[in-house]
């Protein structure tokens, strides 16, 4: 029988989204030693790796979780942005002499072949859990699990405007999943339907609290704006 042994440092790509921070925790029921959070933060809107706005917002994430974060800016420019990735990834090398990269993709083939060429180039191991998953049931598993996911934005016809700010529950789960069935999204929002931010999960010490308001930008797409945002105690 062969045994698998998986390394034991390793730098997740984090964005505060729930695709990252569901592999974050893939990565510590592994037994993985979660040595640094990665997040690149393009200037550029529509990035072709690395997605979400308000990505300041993740430094309080990471301090809810006590784990270190490498937050790089980027001008998200394709494959301009990769260089950004890989001076990220060789300074989580030095400094927290990681063995290999962890990264929440679903579906795109872009997005993955990606870091894991990069993480091979550096002579680096690369984990995607999420990989080509059932998409039902993973948005179903995070609610089950404990996560609290606040969607921030949608952008593609068929996903309500209405869903801005709201967080997910098992109800509005089978809804979004019976819509994304007419009107043929991805339910999990892969193809950047949506965008969502983690305000608590499994290992968060506090929960994160924001506060905005919610901008209609055109008629299928609209932005939760956080004008305030803090960790509170969780219970």
Known sequence: MVTTIMP????????GGKDSTYSLHWA????MDISCLITISPRAKNSWMFHRPGLEISKLQAQALRIPQIFVESSGIKEEELKDLKKALEEAIRTY?????????LLSDYQRMRVVLIAEELGLKAYTPLW???QEKYMRDLVRS???????????????????????????VEFIINK???????????????????LDAPLFRE??????EVVELSEFEAEFIVENAWLEPKY
């Open 8 to 15: 034991r440092r390793v730098a997740v790509l984090f964005s």
């Open 28 to 31: 510590a029921l592994q037994g």
């Open 97 to 105: 002499g990681i063995e290999a990269v962890v990264a929440g993709a």
């Open 132 to 134: 080509r998953i059932n």
């Open 146 to 172: 404990g996560f609290k996911v606040m969607i921030v934005s949608v952008s593609a016809f068929g996903v309500p405007k209405a869903l801005v700010g709201k967080v997910l529950d098992e109800k509005l």
């Open 180 to 198: 994304a069935k007419i009107y043929k999204f991805n339910p999990a929002f892969e193809g950047g339907e949506a965008e969502t931010l983690v």
């Open 207 to 212: 929960r994160l609290v924001v506060k905005g």
